[in-house]
């Protein structure tokens, strides 16, 4: 219990307990190279982000995106449909 965090001694290496690595090897029938996949789980969440933040900057043009590539050339298009259909 401290009262700030100026106050709190943070954990350094010597209070983490030994800690031992082992590998696990387990072939995939999947594959013909019996491979599995590693870290795509990592790349779903970023492209939705991206896109997310497109759109929330797209939102005083009443455009919205929900493709990729969303490149300027595609976002200018939208820009210009969205002028087009509102005059």
Do not use: C
Not at 24 to 46: N, P, Q, R
Not at 70 to 81: F, H, K, N, T
Request: no cysteine.
């Amino acid at each position: 219990m401290t009262a700030t965090l100026a106050d709190y001694l943070p954990p350094t290496a010597a209070d983490i307990p030994p800690i031992e690595i082992r590998h696990l090897v387990t072939e995939s029938d999947a594959t013909i190279t019996k491979a599995k996949g590693l870290g795509e789980g990592g790349a779903i969440g970023a492209p939705a982000a991206v896109v997310n933040a497109i759109n929330d900057a797209l939102v005083p043009f009443g455009v919205e995106i929900n493709e990729f590539p969303a490149s300027p050339r595609r976002i200018r298009r939208l820009i210009r449909e969205a002028a087009q259909a509102r005059a």
